[in-house]
């Protein structure tokens, strides 16, 4: 048996596959070791078993939480390689007391009220959903993000039982004789022992039949189990673009996604008047290289899932002329360069017509000018659509969603939604369309001079 320190500072040092600092500075803080065999009776049994007394240097620890956690592993080093069971704890006596910095990790009590709560229906939670809401309540770093185990609010350990797993967790069980230690989850996967266990059968049933000594190598690795599943939950979540999406879409993976469609240079979300986590519903059609009708439906069921669209690829227009045609001997034409007459043309390759009708009266008051899906989808059709393509904006609606035409505390727009009716007691009939304006990227120089005249009047009373 060991009785020094030298020599559990060697056998340690065995142990040792990480080769780390901190763990060289625990090893030789070891200052003293103590054991004396203890016989017993106990409920009318003879108990046989050793208590062992270990003197630490504090000053080679981190803090109190690491100086349990040390403890802690000792216990289980000393229950696998003792002839005789451990009847207590192994005792921790700290040579040199000193006040843990603010720095240094303090030990917490790790169970939570969320543990508490969760444990009589924990066979019917999702294990992801479970690890996420543990984080969240904690406020601390993501499970199994810290080289220290401490640091984990709770300890998955699998189910030892090798029935049907009917769920994903199985229990929640906590130490009556250390109540401040982490709750332990059982879990029904991706264990050393279990019904997913790739150890040998012999060692199945020496910790299903429960032999003696099954505890120490339940305890044993367990060391390995805990770290498993949390890293097992870390790819997860590494991986899984819902589960590490962030608000805003400044996630690694969203802004990658942005970048298909040419949003994620940085920056270029402030030249849009919108989220440009918006346009991550909008992927599908935007990363084609041309524009379709189908992306124009898109905008506006992204918007308003009540509002059918209808798009008209090729709405005429009137363009002005600049330099019309006429009979002069300074300008002279030749009819074989097809010279348009007059003073203005008709061109359908620029422009579209986007006809909209809903019967929801929420929509139909925010498809009005002013209104916010109005200015919502002006800003998307800006992106979409870009500075050449202009589009033409109607909505068709009930006429019972309009209000009646008479002062009140409705505000009605004349020419658009106000409409006198021979009696206000008849039920109100039919459909009416309104135009909405247009969409222009571009505006030509005859516009901004004659804007005053082209302006559509939208007074209200």
């Not at 203890?38 to 240097?57: A, M, N, P, S, W």
């Not at 040998?200 to 003696?212: K, V």
């Not at 190598?217 to 890293?231: E, S």
Request: charged share 20%; glycine share 8%; net charge positive.
């Amino acid at each position: 048996m060991m009785d020094n320190a030298e020599i559990l500072r060697g056998t340690l040092a065995l142990y040792d596959w990480t080769e780390s600092e901190m763990n060289r500075r625990r090893l030789e803080a070891i200052v003293d070791v103590q054991h004396s065999l203890i016989q017993r009776f106990e409920r009318g049994f003879l108990l046989r078993g050793v208590d062992i007394q270990v003197t630490l240097d504090s000053n080679g620890f981190a803090g109190e939480g690491d100086i349990t956690l040390f403890g802690e592993l000792l216990h289980r080093f000393f229950a696998t390689v003792c002839r005789y069971p451990l009847i207590h704890s192994t005792d921790l006596n700290s040579a040199t007391h000193r006040k843990v910095p603010a720095m240094d990790r303090a030990s917490q009590p790790a169970r939570t009220g969320l543990t508490d709560r969760l444990a009589p229906d924990i066979a019917r939670i999702n294990f992801y959903r479970f690890c996420q809401l543990l984080e969240q309540s904690q406020q601390k770093a993501p499970l199994g993000s810290t080289d220290n185990p401490a640091a984990d609010a709770v300890r998955f350990r699998p189910h030892p039982g090798m029935g049907f797993p009917v769920s994903e967790l199985k229990n929640v069980e906590r130490d009556v004789d250390n109540p401040d230690a982490p709750p332990t989850v059982r879990t029904t996967f991706l264990g050393l022992y279990g019904v997913d266990s790739p150890l040998p059968t012999a060692y199945l049933d020496y910790i299903t039949q429960r032999h003696d000594g099954h505890d120490a190598v339940m305890a044993f690795l367990d060391i390995f189990n805990h770290r498993f599943i949390t890293q097992y939950y870390r790819i997860w979540r590494k991986y899984n673009y819902p589960a590490s999406f962030e608000a805003g879409a400044v996630d690694d993976i969203s802004r990658c996604l942005l970048g298909l469609i040419g949003l994620g240079i940085p920056g270029s979300e402030n030249h849009i008047a919108t989220p440009v986590s918006r346009f991550l519903a909008l992927l599908s059609v935007m990363r084609l290289p041309t524009r379709t009708a189908e992306g124009v439906t898109a905008l506006v069921g992204l918007l308003a899932p009540l509002t059918k669209a209808t798009v008209v690829p090729h709405d005429p227009q009137p363009v002005i002329l600049p330099a019309p045609a006429g009979l002069s001997k300074n300008s002279r034409i030749s009819l074989k360069t097809r010279t348009l007459l007059g003073r203005t043309g008709t061109d359908v390759n620029s422009q579209l017509l986007l006809k909209l009708y809903t019967e929801d009266a929420a929509e139909a008051r925010g498809w009005l000018p002013g209104g916010q899906l109005h200015s919502d989808l002006l800003v998307l059709l800006r992106v979409y659509l870009g500075w050449r393509c202009q589009a033409r904006l109607q909505l068709t609606l009930p006429v019972s969603l309009l209000p009646a035409a008479r002062l009140g505390k409705q505000r009605v727009q004349i020419s658009r939604t106000g409409i006198l009716r021979a009696s206000f007691a008849a039920p109100a009939t039919g459909t009416v369309t309104v135009s909405l304006g247009r969409y222009q990227g571009l505006i030509p120089a005859f516009s901004i001079r004659n804007r005053e005249s082209m302006t559509h009047v939208s007074y209200s009373f």
